[in-house]
């Protein structure tokens, strides 16, 4: 085989690998469902739809209305904006492209972090989230979460818990977990900031 035939070969390999779905509301959707360990039943049964109708959904032949979708982020834990970012993208940039003003926030921002979504969608298997610990903020309940994530510092410091190490991180630095249980703590003048990937998926 030649090496352009290789590399055309390659190409049309990789096309078709990816999904049809990439950047819908659908497949977000589908995601965060089963990153919670719901089925098809149970998002139905709270969502008091049937099954068929939710499937509809995650497959894009439905589309949900404004209340459906302030429903469906109760049920998922998210805030609705993560669900209706998908709406602020041009169509030939969804999925690929996010833009520093259409990121899709996410948490609850209780207390004092406030996350973004940087991956056009959830549809790989890791997701990357813009992360700012306000300053005098902190951690108020340890967590743990069957992930692997690594987080990278930009700006401030941050106080982290994990296991049973504790370690202060500063612009440059990295760490990870793998699982741990984990706590955060900002007890300096200045908002910390750090860029997060975690696999698979949580948000």
């Known amino acids: 085989m030649k090496i352009y035939e290789l590399f055309s070969w390659a190409n049309r390999a990789m096309l078709h690998q990816m999904p049809d779905d990439l950047g819908t ?37 439905s589309e949900p209305s404004i209340s459906d979708l ?34 899709r926030p996410m948490g609850s921002h209780t207390e004092g972090l406030i996350e973004e979504l940087l991956s056009p969608d959830l549809t790989d298997d890791f997701e990357m989230v813009h992360s700012t610990f306000q300053a005098h903020s902190e951690m108020q309940v340890p967590a743990q979460r069957p992930t692997q994530e690594v987080g990278y510092i930009i700006s401030g410091r941050l106080d982290l818990t994990i296991g049973d190490r504790s370690f202060t991180v500063g612009p440059g630095d990295s760490f990870r977990l793998r699982g741990e249980v984990y706590r955060w703590a900002n007890p300096y003048d200045e908002a910390a900031v750090a860029i997060w990937v975690i696999a698979p998926p949580v948000y």
């Open 25 to 61: 509301l659908g497949a977000d959707m589908r995601a965060l469902r089963k990153s919670r360990g719901l089925t098809l039943s149970d998002m139905a049964e709270q969502l008091g739809r049937s099954i068929g109708w939710v499937s509809q959904v995650e497959r894009d032949k």
């Open 70 to 103: 302030r429903q469906i982020a109760e049920v998922l834990g998210v805030p609705m904006s993560m669900l209706f970012g998908h709406f602020n993208a041009p169509a030939e940039e969804q999925g690929y492209v996010v833009r520093v003003g259409s990121r």
